[in-house]
């Protein structure tokens, strides 16, 4: 089996990709590492810890990362999430706290310890694999492959015109990775926009029979209606594109590498992922942009998720 690391800031959406990762028999996860991102961290490290709680996924370690982005205070995405990140349901307090070990020197040594294998999937602002990098520049050697959702690849953002909102809150992060590694599978924005899960559809898959169902039934309702408001027909999850290309990639149906670099100065387009696509620049092919996946194996992974005991 795989050994699998998810960097996550959950987060709704992320909630969805890590029901999607603890229901796929390929894969091991051997950790949770927490970023600073939808909400604050001492939200999303909890709502990690009661995720894996519900799900009977107490044996999974989660680590605390860091607080903030590198460089900028970045403003939270409460208003999409919840102002705790997972509906404001009020759910009990998770039993478990996370480990002592902080997260970036967890994904140091899970590097190590599963090196040439791992699957590292980075599913909020990159800031926890970028303190990594900085302590350990070797970490891209022993990284199997990198999954990244960040990103709008032709500049159509969701939090500023030009920027995606996890390369947004910590540009220098995005732009530390994005330099260190040198291939990333990338589902980015416009990946998830071409990937609208229909509300109907979705309704009915929440209405399995199953505690992981009801409860992201639960958590889920207010960033489902604020999608319905906002976005009509369609809800548009992120990070579950993001994970079924991470745990499917045959599932790819379009796929384009090229290089890719963060803009850290802009002053409209600070946090763009700026795309070299007709190959300029000499940069190399650092990106492997997500264009197109299997739509019907999409679904059929959150559907099987959901449904889960
Ligand atoms: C990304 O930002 C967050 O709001 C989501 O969890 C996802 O990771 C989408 O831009
Ligand atoms: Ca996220």
Same mark, same amino acid.
Request: proline share 6%; glycine share 6%.
């Given at each position: 089996r795989i050994p699998l690391l998810i960097d996550t800031d959950p987060g709704v959406d992320d909630?969805?990709? =890590?029901?999607?990762?603890?229901?796929?028999?390929?894969?091991? !996860?051997?950790?949770?590492?927490?970023?600073?991102?939808?909400?604050? =961290?001492?939200?999303t490290v909890r709502n990690a810890l009661k995720l894996c709680e519900v799900c009977g996924r107490d044996d999974i370690p989660v680590f605390a990362g860091t607080p903030e982005p590198l460089l900028h205070p970045a403003p939270d995405a409460g208003y999409v999430h919840g102002q705790d990140g997972f509906g404001d349901i009020g759910y009990p307090p998770p039993q478990r706290q996370a480990e002592a070990e902080h997260a970036a020197l967890a994904i140091l040594r899970l590097s190590h310890e599963h090196a040439g294998k791992l699957l590292?999937?980075?599913?909020?602002?990159l800031t926890n694999v970028?303190? &990594?990098?900085? =302590?350990?520049?070797?970490?891209?050697?022993?990284?199997?492959?990198?999954?990244?959702?960040g990103g709008a690849v032709t500049g159509h953002g969701n939090i500023t015109p030009s920027a995606e909102f996890n390369f947004y809150f910590d540009p220098e992060a995005a732009h530390l990775v994005f330099e260190a590694f040198?291939? !990333?599978?990338? &589902?980015?924005?416009?990946?998830t926009l071409a990937h609208g899960l229909l509300h109907e559809r979705v309704a009915g898959w929440l209405a399995a029979d199953s505690?992981?169902?009801r409860f992201y039934a639960d958590?889920?309702?207010?960033?489902?209606?604020?999608? !319905?408001?906002?976005r009509g027909d369609h809800w548009y999850a992120a990070d579950a594109v993001a994970? &079924?290309?991470? =745990?499917?990639?045959? /599932?790819?149906?379009?796929?384009?590498?090229?290089p890719v670099a963060i803009e850290l100065q802009g002053r409209h387009s600070r946090g763009a992922s700026v795309v070299d696509w007709?190959?300029?620049? /000499?940069?190399?092919?650092? &990106?492997n942009i997500l264009l197109q996946y299997d739509q019907a194996r999409f679904e059929g992974l959150i559907q099987a998720a959901l449904a889960a005991k």
């Open positions: 909630a969805l990709a =890590l029901l999607m990762a603890f229901n796929d028999p390929r894969h091991d !996860i051997v950790g949770l590492t927490i970023a600073a991102g939808n909400v604050g =961290l001492s939200h590292l999937v980075a599913l909020g602002p970028a303190l &990594a990098l900085k =302590l350990d520049p070797t970490l891209p050697q022993r990284v199997a492959r990198l999954v990244v959702m040198e291939r !990333i599978d990338l &589902a980015d924005w416009e990946a505690d992981r169902a958590i889920s309702e207010k960033t489902r209606l604020w999608s !319905i408001d906002r994970m &079924a290309f991470a =745990l499917e990639p045959a /599932g790819a149906v379009e796929l384009a590498e090229r007709r190959r300029e620049g /000499g940069r190399p092919d650092r &990106a």
